[in-house]
């Protein structure tokens, strides 16, 4: 059974950083994408990032360029986002997740094949 565990959340001042983390258990495959997702309160959640197990290539939507960067552990299977520069923008509740495959899109990216999903870690910015 796959599992998604997300961890690293938590309350920050505005300005400062974060690193959220995603380990995956009962995964099987070696060539996978995990993409990291953000709901903000009262809004939809939406895919902020992306990254191929294969080569690391990361994939980002154009609001994140710059201050996020995601990264794989291959051996721990496990996925990580960096935040610096936090802004009270980026409170909100975070999930990594399995998926078939990310894209080159004008937004950042495309991605489609959501499979598993994490339970989600709480990030709160204050100004």
């Known amino acids: 059974q796959v599992q998604l565990v997300e961890s690293g959340g938590g309350l920050v001042q505005s300005g400062g950083s974060l690193r959220l983390a995603c380990v995956a258990s009962g995964f099987t495959l070696d060539n996978f994408y995990i993409g990291w997702f953000r709901q903000a309160p009262g809004k939809v959640r939406k895919g902020i990032a992306c990254?191929?197990?294969?080569?690391?290539?990361?994939y980002y939507v154009e609001e994140v360029k710059g201050r996020f960067a995601i990264s794989m552990d291959n051996a721990r299977k496990a996925a990580y986002l960096q935040i610096d520069n936090v802004t009270p923008d980026d409170t909100g509740v975070y999930y990594c997740a399995t998926l078939a495959e990310c894209l080159p899109a004008p937004s950042g990216y495309y991605y489609h094949g959501e499979d598993h999903w994490g339970q989600g870690t709480q990030v709160t910015v204050s100004s």
């Open positions: 990254i191929r197990s294969s080569d690391g290539r990361p």
